[in-house]
């Protein structure tokens, strides 16, 4: 079993700045590609940034320059940190890991599938 745990959300005015963390656990045997995506009311969910195993990294247009996606694979852990923040910012960031995992007692090692974090509000709002 996997978890994908966010933190880092909540209220900022502005241009102001926040940092999201996601960190995974469980019986992972490898990690692919993690990223951010992000859904605001009424509209669908939209990948942020994503980072490959390797550091190449990938950005929406909008949030090149302001945002800069992470990770530290020993810790299973991805970044994201937003600067100059803006009101259109305001959504639920989801984490996303395409991730295999292991049954360490049968050996089997299972394909990579796409695993997602519960979501954490992020609101930029004077």
């Known amino acids: 079993q996997v978890q994908l745990v966010e933190s880092g959300g909540g209220l900022v005015q502005p241009g102001g700045s926040l940092r999201l963390s996601c960190a995974a656990s469980g019986s992972i045997f490898s990690i692919n590609a993690m990223g951010w995506y992000r859904q605001a009311p009424g509209k669908e969910r939209e990948l942020v940034a994503a980072?490959?195993?390797?550091?190449?990294?990938n950005y929406a247009d909008s949030v090149k320059g302001r945002f800069t996606i992470s990770r530290d694979n020993a810790k299973n852990t991805v970044y994201l940190q937003m600067n100059s923040l803006k009101p259109e910012d305001t959504a639920v960031y989801y984490c996303?890991?395409?991730?295999?995992?292991?049954?360490?007692?049968?050996?089997?090692?299972?394909?990579?599938?796409?695993?997602w974090g519960q979501g954490t509000q992020v609101t930029v709002s004077s």
């Open positions: 996303n890991a395409e991730l295999a995992t292991i049954a360490q007692a049968m050996g089997i090692i299972y394909r990579p599938t796409d695993y």
């Open positions: 980072i490959t195993s390797g550091g190449n990294t």
